[in-house]
Structures are given as C-alpha cells and as structure tokens.
C-alpha cells in the first residue's frame, strides 16, 4: 500500500461548490503539506502543519482552508471553487525537523 | 524569505548524453537541498539530496553540486537514458520549522 494516499484522485465540481480533498498516511510523520503544481509555475505551498494542533498558511491560503483531523489525516477544503483554482494538487508528509517531504499520487481537479 | 530560480524549464538531450539543471537560492542560511523527479501521472518523488557541509553527492548516474559561496547548485545525469524523461524539481530549506521552496521545475526529453 502507498505510505501517503490522496482522495480523490480525478474531481469535476462547478463554480460556486464546496469540495474536500484528503490526504492519508502511513509513514507515522507529524508533519503534513498541501501543494498546488500549474504548469511553469512549480510547487506552490498552500498550508501545512506539524501536528495535530499546529496549522500555517503558505504562499498561497486564499480561498482554500485545511484541517488535521488526526496526525495521519490532512484536508484541504474550498469553500467555494473558482475556475483558476482548476490545477494538480499534490499532499505531502516530512518525518520530525526532517526537511525530506513524501508526495502522495495528487489529486487533479478541474472547477468548471 | 527564500527564493529558488531554476533554468531551464525545459531541456532537450540525446539518449546518452550528459543533462544538467541549474538552481539559485537567495538566503545563505538555507542549508539543504533535494532534487524531485515527478514522472507523468506521480507525485514527485526524492532523487538526490546535498547539504551544506557537502559540495558534491554521487549516486550512479546522478550527482549534485553545491557553491555556497554563489548559491547556487546543480543536478548532473550522464548517460540520460528515455527512462530518465520526467520533470525535476530542485528545492531549498533552511531546516527546522521552515518548508521548503521548490524551483518551477525543469522538463527533460531524452530522445532515443
């Protein structure tokens, strides 16, 4: 089984909706991220946390809002989507003041 | 706070041919600095790793270099195989609490 998993994998939703994506992991690590990837843009940081009752925000928080539900559970929320907000979005883990972070497959979301 | 520069975005080689990436950071105090490979359809996933106390790590046909002094450093693949055809992200942290900050990312085509 993949160490860091992310549901759903592919999600269609309209202007205006409400939309969660999770993330899940295995690896035992207390710290988790939430990334965005647009073509030529690279990886974008939206928020992270490193643990259960330790949440930041990124570079780019507007719009969206995470919560960490356990040490193994982290979700990204937008509370109402926009069409820019269509991209890749990828979860990630780092084991304890370890800098080397862990990708899960990404989630590719398209807001119509 | 940091700022990661990566040249070039894309890069063409013939299989067996030498590819290098490039990347600049701007704070000194940054002192570790992964390279991702994300193949199509995956989360990016931890190639080579260099920290500041290293200028040079060496895994088989994979090598990263690092000038402190000119902040900037550098993944070498020799003998590019189709395989190796993906994008990379190089990324720079100043450790403890600070995530890291990736680079816009280079795609590389190995032409057989």
């Known amino acids: 089984d993949a160490d860091v998993t992310q549901t759903p994998r592919n999600r269609i939703t309209k202007t205006g909706k409400r939309i969660m994506l999770e993330c899940s992991q295995t690896?035992?690590?207390?710290?988790m991220y939430w990334y965005r990837q647009d073509p030529g843009l690279g990886l974008r940081l939206i928020y992270y946390?490193?643990?259960?009752?330790?949440?930041n925000k990124g570079e780019i928080s507007d719009g969206y809002s995470v919560s960490r539900q356990a040490q193994a559970k982290f979700s990204l929320s937008l509370e109402s989507a926009i069409p820019n907000q269509t991209a890749l979005y990828f979860c990630?883990?780092?084991?304890?003041?370890?800098?080397?972070?862990?990708f899960g497959p990404g989630t590719r979301l398209l807001v119509l | 706070g940091e700022n990661v520069e990566q040249h070039p975005s894309t890069l063409s080689v013939q299989e067996g041919d030498s590819a290098v990436i490039k990347c600049t950071y701007s704070?000194?105090?940054?002192?570790?600095f992964p390279w991702y490979k994300q193949e199509l359809g995956k989360g990016p996933q931890l190639i080579i790793d260099?920290?500041?106390?290293?200028g040079e790590k060496k895994d088989q046909r994979i090598a990263v270099t690092l000038n402190k002094t000119a902040k900037h450093f550098s993944l070498h693949i020799t003998e590019t195989q189709p395989e190796d055809s993906a994008v990379y992200f190089c990324?720079?942290?100043?450790?403890?609490?600070?995530?890291?900050?990736f680079g816009k990312g280079t795609r590389l085509s190995v032409i057989a």
């Open positions: 990630a883990t780092s084991g304890p003041g370890r800098e080397t972070q862990y």
């Open positions: 690896k035992g690590h207390d710290r």
């Open positions: 946390s490193f643990d259960v009752k330790d949440i």
């Open positions: 704070d000194s105090a940054s002192n570790y």
């Open positions: 260099i920290r500041s106390n290293v």
């Open positions: 990324a720079a942290s100043p450790g403890g609490n600070t995530p890291l900050v």
